[in-house]
């Protein structure tokens, strides 16, 4: 056997089902920006323009005019929330329910991106988790009825391909192949003093789109990055289980079930500008059409609503801006701010499965150049979560009417860790 071709299958494989693997979103919605540790110590600013390593194939797949040797990035992203419910007035039907509850869920997300230069044309690949998810609420909080847990996962597979017009502009393009998983969980009121059932929901889909941008480098100080990514129409088909409290199916309330999903479009323009040999400032506003989910609803095979969640997103905007300093030859230095706009309108209409709100990010960051061809990228960041409340009724049973309310406020704040190996060849 050809044991290059195994170790490769092998990796390959293990960073399929790592990507796969995405846990909580420290930014707005279920967006996961952790796409190569550089953009996270600039907290995302001037990503869409910088170029200067392999995972320009997800930010904007023009910037891969701007590496001169093949390169390969590999990146992990260890993120911690802490988000904490408060009850304050939780009810099933008339039923006051009581229970605080933490919901965090630490996760680590990988990427990694490959890029090929043959002339005037760079061909590239990425592999990341860009939608992604988790609520893991205690059995017995006070939303129980609307929320246990909630997962999203998703891998993206990203060819891509871009082409230098000229010595000052450049253009790409790609393909995104989604893989996306969904997994709901809430509990099943069966009648004091019973205890609760489950009702588990998941299902899969796969899905494609496309991505692609613009870099027009006005000087050797100054640099403008346009980049956008499609919007991707998922169905999810899967399965509905409800049991009982003593843990068998209730067989007319399961089978097979169908939700559909879209993951918003993406926008991004980016600058770079720098002042010196030393310092450049960098700059973003990055535009989200949260708009495309305004509910989810699961259905069952004989066409009836089993599930749905009101979400009614509205487009979110982020704005950042860092510094960079080079120390030396060797180091860089990053650090960055941010601010992102939280797609959920209102108490009313934020959800226990994604009790989203405004963000701000402070970041640090620091790049080594060990040697010409081995680099290590590293970041740090902390998110101010900003205090928020829910007030959200959903329908439990629809026959009979059953409903809940969930009522309190979250305190939430996440850290993010990154890393990231660059080898040039």
Known sequence: MNHHLHFTRSTLGVVFALAASAGPAAAAGFFLPYQGAAAIGNALAGSAALGEDASTVFWNPAGMS???????????????????????????????????????????????????????????????APWGSMTQYQDTWAGRYASIKSEIKSTDINPSVSYRVSPSFSAGVGVSYQMFEAEFTRAVPFGAPTPDG???????????????????????????????????????????????????TVASQSGPITAELTTPALAQLSGVQALNDRWSLL???????????????????????????????????????????????AWLLRAGVAWDQTP???????????????????????????????????AYVHVFIADTTINTTSVVSPVPLVTTTVRGSYNNSADILSAQYTFSF
């Open 198 to 248: 489950r009702a588990k929901f998941g299902g899969d889909s796969r899905a494609v789109g496309f991505n692609a941008g613009l870099l027009w480098e006005i000087s050797p100080a100054t640099r403008l990055g346009l980049s956008y990514r499609s919007a991707i129409d998922h169905k999810l088909e899967g399965d509905q289980t409800v049991t009982t409290p003593a843990g068998a």
């Open 283 to 329: 700059g973003d506003v990055m535009w989200t059409q949260w708009s495309e989910i305004q509910r989810l609803d699961i259905v069952r095979s004989t066409g009836l609503v089993s599930t749905t969640l009101p979400l009614a997103l509205r487009d979110a905007w982020r704005l950042s801006a860092a510094v960079n300093y080079r120390l030396n030859d």
């Open 344 to 378: 959920v309108r209102s108490p009313e209409q934020r959800v226990a499965a994604l009790p989203d709100s405004d963000r701000t990010w402070l970041s640090v960051g620091a790049r080594w150049q060990a040697s010409a061809r081995h680099r290590l990228d590293f």
């Open 66 to 128: 701007r590496l001169e040797s093949a390169q390969v990035a590999v990146a992990g992203h260890y993120v911690s929330p802490q988000p904490q419910f408060t009850n304050n007035g939780s009810t099933l039907g008339l039923l006051p329910l009581s229970g605080n509850s933490g919901a965090g869920v630490e996760s680590f997300i990988p990427n990694v991106f490959a890029v090929l230069p043959v002339g005037a044309w760079r061909f590239g690949v990425g592999v990341s």
